[in-house]
């Protein structure tokens, strides 16, 4: 699948949203008491109300606040795995 593909779904207002919870998800790994296990949900979170803001409350920006979320740690994740299997040759 390609990342045009994904990012059709995600309103364009929004992509500034996926890049702040990139940043978020990085500063809370890097923050030694909180747990790797609540960066999804911390990050999801933010993303669900950073979308309400912008969007006003609807189930439509709920869903964008998620799917902002989850591409921003799916994107993250496909940085570091790739970067990983590059390691392993």
Not at 34 to 40: F, L, M, N, S
């Amino acid at each position: 699948m390609e990342w045009n593909a994904v990012l059709e779904f995600i309103n364009a207002e929004l992509l500034i949203v996926v890049v702040a919870c990139w940043i978020i998800g990085y500063v809370l790994k890097q923050t030694p008491k909180v747990p790797d296990w609540t960066i999804i949900y911390g990050v999801t979170a933010v993303a669900i109300v950073f979308a309400v803001v912008l969007l006003g409350f609807t189930a439509q920006s709920v869903l964008q606040g998620i799917l902002s979320g989850a591409v921003a740690v799916y994107g993250n994740q496909l940085v570091k795995q790739t970067r990983k299997s590059g390691e392993d040759e």
